[in-house]
């Protein structure tokens, strides 16, 4: 497989863990659920199972398809209308498709971190409901993985779309 496809594998199987986490919580879940938490996990807004699991179901697909239609724009607006650091030297005519194919990776592994922080988020929701009483946890882990990620994924742009040495 070409690795530029390689975070299309992770995205797919964020969501495949996600709809097996997702079956094996459902039927667990009580009658009364969270669904919302206060800043110290603390749940402060209730509703139905039914409630929870539409909801669920709805922001898992909305992040999906964002962090879907995110690569896909890449691909699909012109050269011009996309930002990167020394932008008037990789948009030049010769390295456009070039820099077409790098954003379309760096895009493409950001989409798929972007649907793990969702699904990560999720399931914690999920968790938190199979415990009496249910607390939020472990979505600060999930926020910090991402945004270290974010550091590393900004600093490769920038390294990425540095001006070439002239020798």
Known sequence: MNARWLWLVLFVLAIGLFLADFAHCVPRLPARVATHFGAGGQADGWGTKEELVHAVLATAAMIAVVSLLMPMMVGLLPISLLNMPNADYWRAPERAATTKEILLHQVGWLSGATMLLGVGVLDSMLRANL?????????????????????????????????????
Do not use: H, N, S, T
């Open 131 to 167: 415990q009496a009483p249910p607390i939020f946890g472990g979505v600060f882990l999930y926020l910090g993985l991402y945004f270290g990620y974010l550091v590393i994924w900004l600093v490769e742009m920038i390294w990425r779309f540095r001006l070439p040495k002239v020798v």
